[in-house]
């Protein structure tokens, strides 16, 4: 059965690799179109030069960034105001752009906690997400945007309570809050483990955050049988989308919700 296309939302560069990176190769290896939109740094910033390394690893295309500053960092998109604090409306109609020009069957992102670490930009993405998917599909929204278009289904990249558990505690620094949800949450649970390595690849192509010892830096560090206990699964929320307004498959409507697995 052909692999349903894919657009991710991620909040960082990295943040696509770490989070999604084994389904986003699966996808691309089973032929279906993947693209990934970043809502932070700016394109001419090295993070955006690894950020396009990391994408040809995974197979995704170019890079689609939104060009907001990352929360902590304010020169990763030099003039531009931080994700957060930018205008709700301007953020969703920018990612509603991007969604009604790729017309993906579903769409990738942080779950409502941000992930393990509840980075603010991380929980921001999610939120704006959530809102453009909706809205993607509403032609008297953001009718300059493009098109209308709405993908099947939303799947949040989460961690279930058992695997924070047991991985947490290296994928957190110590100290440092840990956010995950209940076991029964989780409907997608994805055995990466065949595109372990580019998962690994693209994650490493992230050389200013290995450097600086990030999550990428302690990953490369590891012993492979360490690497692959962290990165061969895959966790997933998955949420439809369909509107009972839609006109069709013609229309409004993109094909039907399809799964991961």
């Given at each position: 059965?052909?692999?349903?296309?894919?657009?991710?939302?991620?909040?960082?560069?990295?943040?696509?690799?770490?989070?999604?990176?084994?389904?986003?190769?699966?996808?691309?290896?089973?032929?279906?179109?993947?693209?990934?939109?970043?809502?932070?740094?700016?394109?001419?910033?090295?993070?955006?030069?690894?950020?396009?390394?990391?994408?040809?690893?995974?197979?995704?295309?170019?890079?689609?960034?939104?060009?907001?500053?990352?929360?902590?960092?304010?020169?990763?998109?030099?003039?531009?105001?931080?994700?957060?604090?930018?205008?709700l409306d301007e953020s969703v109609r920018r990612l509603v752009a991007h969604i009604r020009e790729f017309r993906?069957?579903i769409v990738v992102t942080h779950d409502a906690y941000g992930g393990l670490t509840g980075h603010p930009d991380?929980?921001?993405?999610?939120?704006?997400?959530?809102?453009?998917?909706?809205?993607?599909?509403?032609?008297?929204?953001?009718?300059?945007?493009?098109?209308?278009?709405?993908?099947?289904?939303?799947?949040?990249?989460?961690?279930?309570?058992?695997?924070?558990?047991?991985?947490?505690?290296?994928?957190?620094?110590?100290?440092?809050?840990?956010?995950?949800?209940?076991?029964?949450?989780?409907?997608?649970?994805?055995?990466?483990?065949?595109?372990?390595?580019?998962?690994?690849?693209?994650?490493?192509?992230?050389?200013?955050?290995?450097?600086?010892?990030?999550?990428?830096?302690?990953?490369?560090?590891?012993?492979?049988?360490?690497?692959?206990?962290?990165?061969?699964?895959?966790?997933?929320?998955?949420?439809?989308?369909?509107?009972?307004?839609?006109?069709?498959?013609?229309?409004?409507?993109?094909?039907?919700?399809?799964?991961?697995?």
């Amino acid at each position: 059965m052909r692999l349903p296309s894919l657009l991710a939302v991620f909040a960082h560069p990295d943040d696509e690799s770490l989070s999604a990176g084994g389904v986003i190769a699966r996808h691309s290896a089973g032929g279906a179109r993947t693209a990934i939109v970043t809502a932070t740094w700016a394109e001419a910033t090295p993070r955006a030069a690894e950020l396009a390394d990391a994408l040809r690893v995974l197979g995704a295309g170019r890079p689609r960034l939104l060009g907001y500053a990352d929360a902590r960092f304010p020169p990763s998109a030099p003039g531009s105001v931080r994700f957060c604090d930018a205008p709700l409306d301007e953020s969703v109609r920018r990612l509603v752009a991007h969604i009604r020009e790729f017309r993906p069957d579903i769409v990738v992102t942080h779950d409502a906690y941000g992930g393990l670490t509840g980075h603010p930009d991380h929980v921001h993405t999610h939120r704006v997400t959530v809102l453009a998917v909706q809205a993607a599909g509403l032609d008297r929204l953001y009718p300059e945007a493009g098109a209308p278009w709405q993908p099947g289904s939303l799947y949040l990249a989460t961690h279930p309570d058992s695997a924070a558990r047991e991985l947490g505690g290296v994928l957190v620094r110590n100290g440092r809050a840990m956010y995950s949800v209940p076991d029964q949450w989780v409907t997608t649970t994805v055995d990466v483990g065949p595109w372990l390595q580019q998962k690994l690849g693209a994650v490493l192509a992230h050389r200013s955050e290995v450097e600086r010892g990030a999550l990428p830096g302690r990953l490369v560090g590891l012993p492979p049988a360490d690497q692959a206990r962290l990165l061969s699964t895959e966790w997933y929320i998955r949420q439809d989308c369909s509107h009972s307004s839609a006109k069709g498959p013609g229309d409004l409507q993109g094909p039907p919700a399809l799964l991961l697995q």
